[in-house]
């Protein structure tokens, strides 16, 4: 096992309706990825397993192709998004081009370093690779099955979107939060999805005292539009804690009264207390925690269809 001395890590494997006959493998993954304590072994777990929506086994796109969206926020304030990548472990991948993209502006004052950038241009310059092997037989079978009404699909029966994690070293004082998505099936190409916008799928930020970190994931289009995670963060410091479920559940619901979301808030405080809020409209939504070496996995199903569902945990 590795060194988790203060360390907390919170991750989720996407917002929807998850395959119930699989919870017993959703389980096994999760905690799996939550024995590592850097964010990209975490993240690269996920992302290998056909049971998530991103690297191996992504949704396709109307082309049958595979391009994944991710992006990444540290507490310090650094962040980045990378569009259309086509590998097996875009976080690894992300941090990668953004450590040289770091390097090539080490003391560089006349531009401006990149904040998002998509790989069909990168590509060339990056020596980005291209994985030919991240179509799994699942996603490969509803292609098959749909390519020619493409319009009339309505996905599968079983739905899971943009997974992500956040890591907080309480001894470094750090948290780093990471989130990647192959987006929904038969996308256009070049698609943009929530998980490679800031402020939509992730977001963090320091308010007075208290650290807030936020996950999203779900419809994209509607999280991209609301500018969910952002949205979350900005206005939960001014909540009461004996409001959070029903103040959260009608800022969500108030643009969008028909959204199909779920996140995570972490509320990480001065005197060390942290705590874990979750809520959902979508059917199912998969999360696991880990503070030092006490592991909990959450498989949170919808009290009543369609309706919010909320709840928390004391992490520390």
């Known amino acids: 096992m590795e060194n988790k001395l203060d360390q907390v890590v919170i991750l989720h494997i996407g917002a929807?309706?998850?395959?119930?006959?699989?919870?017993?493998?959703?389980?096994?993954?999760?905690?799996?990825?939550?024995?590592?304590?850097?964010?990209?072994?975490?993240?690269?777990?996920?992302?290998?397993?056909?049971m998530t929506n991103t690297g191996y086994g992504s949704s396709l796109n109307i082309l049958g192709e595979v391009e994944i969206d991710a992006s990444y926020i540290k507490s310090d304030g650094e962040c980045g998004a990378l569009l259309?990548?086509?590998?097996?472990?875009?976080?690894?991948?992300?941090?990668r081009i953004f450590n040289k993209i770091d390097k090539r502006y080490v003391g560089e004052e006349s531009l401006s370093k990149p904040l998002s950038l998509h790989c069909s241009n990168l590509r060339r310059y990056m020596d980005i690779p291209v994985h030919d092997h991240l179509v799994s037989p699942k996603s490969n079978k509803i292609y098959d099955m749909y390519?020619?009404?493409?319009?009339?699909?309505?996905?599968?029966?079983?739905?899971?979107?943009?997974?992500?994690?956040?890591?907080?070293?309480?001894?470094?004082?750090?948290?780093?939060?990471?989130?990647?998505?192959?987006?929904?099936?038969?996308?256009?190409?070049?698609?943009?999805?929530?998980?490679?916008?800031?402020?939509?799928?992730?977001?963090?930020?320091?308010?007075?005292?208290?650290?807030?970190?936020?996950?999203?994931?779900?419809?994209?289009?509607?999280?991209?539009?609301?500018?969910?995670?952002?949205?979350?963060?900005?206005n939960i410091s001014d909540m009461d804690e004996a409001e959070y479920g029903a103040r959260l559940e009608k800022l969500i619901l108030k643009k969008t009264p028909g959204i199909y979301c779920g996140f995570i808030v972490v509320l990480r405080r001065s005197n060390g207390r942290i705590q874990l809020l979750y809520g959902h409209t979508t059917e199912t939504f998969y999360f696991g925690t880990r503070v030092n070496d006490s592991t909990r996995v959450v498989l949170s199903c919808a009290e009543q269809e369609g309706k919010f569902t909320f709840g928390e945990y004391k992490l520390r």
């Open 16 to 50: 929807g309706k998850h395959n119930e006959k699989q919870n017993n493998e959703y389980v096994r993954l999760m905690r799996k990825a939550l024995k590592k304590g850097d964010i990209v072994e975490i993240n690269s777990i996920l992302e290998h397993s056909s």
């Open 84 to 95: 259309g990548l086509q590998v097996d472990s875009p976080t690894k991948e992300m941090f």
């Open 147 to 234: 390519k020619d009404q493409v319009f009339q699909y309505h996905g599968e029966a079983h739905i899971n979107d943009t997974i992500g994690s956040i890591v907080i070293d309480t001894f470094l004082n750090q948290t780093t939060l990471a989130t990647t998505s192959g987006g929904h099936f038969f996308k256009l190409p070049g698609r943009i999805g929530c998980a490679g916008i800031i402020g939509a799928a992730i977001y963090h930020e320091q308010i007075e005292d208290l650290q807030i970190s936020c996950m999203c994931s779900g419809n994209g289009e509607q999280i991209i539009k609301n500018s969910l995670a952002q949205s979350i963060v900005k």
